[in-house]
């Protein structure tokens, strides 16, 4: 089956540090990607996605993400992190022939002054 | 602009009541999309309309029943309902099904008393 995991509840990072939120991923085949954020009583914002071509993706809010095929993985990245930043972050795949978004447990993302 | 509105913001009804949930998108989307989401869980999918057409039911209780007026518009018809049903519904519309991102609307907090 394919999913997604995000082995981390939360990440704690300093203002103006570089962050990282890890997701792996298992799927057949290739996979379509995605990061989603969520800030507290609000719906979620989508940030990015891969479904082919280039390995880095960039997407809202100066947030990038790095798709690694023999690593299976698809972390978020942010080069200089920002007390906004903090939410709740989730990786999705989608799965059942491409009609279902399976989500992530979900990262909470702490930025610290 | 990339907006999915939904109404009410909130909902409290007791375990007898008939509720309706609202959703409504003007991007010319032709998938629309169910989830309930738990606190500081990720969303899992209910429904899924495609072309008007209900195209996944995640074996939801049929105490939902989600309907498709129009491309624009999707409801939720809430009815005897339980206290476990108690969570954030969101609401989100897709270019099509498949690659594309979806883009959430805030959701409804409903509290079933």
């Known amino acids: 089956a394919q999913s997604v995991a995000q082995p981390e509840d939360q990440v704690n990072v300093a203002e103006g540090n570089p962050l990282t939120v890890k997701c792996t991923y298992s799927?057949?085949?290739?996979?379509?990607l995605f990061w989603y954020v969520q800030y507290p009583n609000r719906g979620l914002q989508f940030l990015l996605k891969y479904i082919t071509g280039d390995n880095l993706v960039k997407g809202s809010y100066g947030f990038e993400a790095e798709f690694n095929k023999s690593q299976t993985s698809f972390h978020l990245k942010k080069p200089s992190a920002l007390v906004s930043d903090s939410a709740l972050y989730f990786c999705?795949?989608?799965?059942?022939?491409?009609?279902?978004?399976?989500f992530g447990t979900g990262t909470q993302l702490k930025v610290e002054l | 602009d990339t907006e999915v509105t939904q109404t009410p913001k909130h909902l409290v009804m007791g375990m007898t009541n008939k509720k309706s949930l609202k959703c409504e998108q003007h991007?010319?989307?032709?998938?629309m999309y169910w989830y309930k989401q738990k606190a500081k869980k990720p969303p899992e999918l209910m429904f899924v309309y495609s072309y008007e057409k209900l195209s996944i039911n995640e074996s939801v209780p049929s105490r939902f029943s989600p309907e498709c007026p129009n491309s624009s518009l999707l409801n939720l018809h809430l009815h005897a309902l339980q206290p476990e049903d108690s969570a954030l519904y969101l609401c989100?519309?897709?270019?099509?099904?498949?690659?594309?991102?979806?883009?959430f609307g805030p959701g409804t907090r409903l509290t079933v008393t």
């Open positions: 989100a519309s897709s270019q099509r099904t498949r690659s594309y991102e979806q883009y």
């Open positions: 799927v057949s085949g290739n996979p379509y």
């Open positions: 991007m010319g989307h032709r998938a």
């Open positions: 999705a795949i989608l799965t059942g022939g491409g009609n279902k978004l399976t």
